[in-house]
């Protein structure tokens, strides 16, 4: 009884931001990301009745208490749906640059709800497995699928049409994604903290609830009619949005650094000199910049001329979970 899931993070050009039920990971708005190549995280999850409880070995340490806590909460539901108590042994390794520190949390729930049901033999559909990995993490939902993938918000309370599906597959457009790494500090407001005090307190969300969804259907145009320059523009305006509604929230805080600033004024530079870039930011202080395949190099090197800047991963459309016969983690 055990399994082997590789699963790749992404990068939302449509944001999810903020929930409309936290135990069920319900967002309050549909989102739209690029699974990418170059990040994953790989998974073995082990099931035996030997097993007195539930453990994680993760990066090659055994996890703290905390991390074991959430692991079983989400391997509860997979055993819910197995009709079985029996524990389970986790190991899971993430591939990601060391210098990122950008662990996610979007591949690792991913990956282990493909695992930990294939270990239990489930059987499940895409929907399914993505409706499960957003138990986990709300973003995961979207790393079941590979190149572009929405993940529709759903109305039923249960949750059982909460679930991304794929917009176009990893071969059919090829953007880049620029994995820019900045010299910085700890963040200090975790994602989920942080959609948690926006929903909660700041005026602006009402005004990021407004046009998310037409940013969304804008998206989806871009992406239907292979507009890059459609693309870019929505983006980083949605992700300037998503982030101008921390500035509103009680206590404010901000995500970006001052190196995330170096590297946002360097996009918007590179674009009035007309080299064709946009950015997008996360939960974080590191930068995401789209460009087309023909300009990375350039742009990559640009960006890694900043002092700021400690590392440029090019990155394009990568693939949904893969299953593995061996282990190499
Ligand atoms: C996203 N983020 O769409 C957004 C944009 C961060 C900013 O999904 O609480 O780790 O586990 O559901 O998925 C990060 O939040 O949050 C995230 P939970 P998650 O990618």
Known sequence: MEAIARAHTNIALIKYWGKRNSQLFLPTNSSLSITLDHFYTETKVQFSDQFEKDSLLLDGNQAADKEIVKITAFLNHVRNLAGTKTFAKVTSVNHVPTAAGFASSASGYAALAAAASKALQLDLTGTELSALARQG????????????????????????????????????????????????????????????????????????????????????????????TQLGEIAEANALKMHATTLGAKPPFLYWQSATLDVMQKVM??????????????????????????????????????????????????????YLSDWNG
């Not at 991304?164 to 071969?171: C, G, N, R, S």
């Not at 975790?190 to 005026?203: A, C, I, K, L």
């Open 137 to 228: 993490s709300g973003s995961a939902s979207r790393s079941i699928f590979g190149g572009f993938v929405e993940w529709q918000k759903g109305d039923n309370t249960d949750g059982t049409d909460s679930f991304a599906t794929q917009v176009l597959d990893e071969q059919a457009w090829n953007v880049s994604v620029l994995s820019v790494v900045v010299e910085a500090g700890p963040k200090s407001v975790s994602s989920r903290d942080g959609m948690q005090r926006t929903v909660e307190t700041s005026p602006f969300y009402e005004g990021w609830l407004a046009t998310v969804e037409e940013d969304l259907k804008l998206m989806k145009e871009a992406i239907n009619d292979r507009d890059f």
């Open 269 to 322: 530079e590179l674009r009035q000199q007309g080299l064709e870039a946009y950015f997008t930011i996360d939960a974080g202080p590191n930068v995401k910049v789209l460009c087309e395949p023909e300009n990375e190099q350039m742009i990559k090197e640009k960006l890694a001329a900043l002092s700021s800047v400690r590392d440029v991963i090019v990155c394009h459309p990568g693939p949904g979970i893969q």
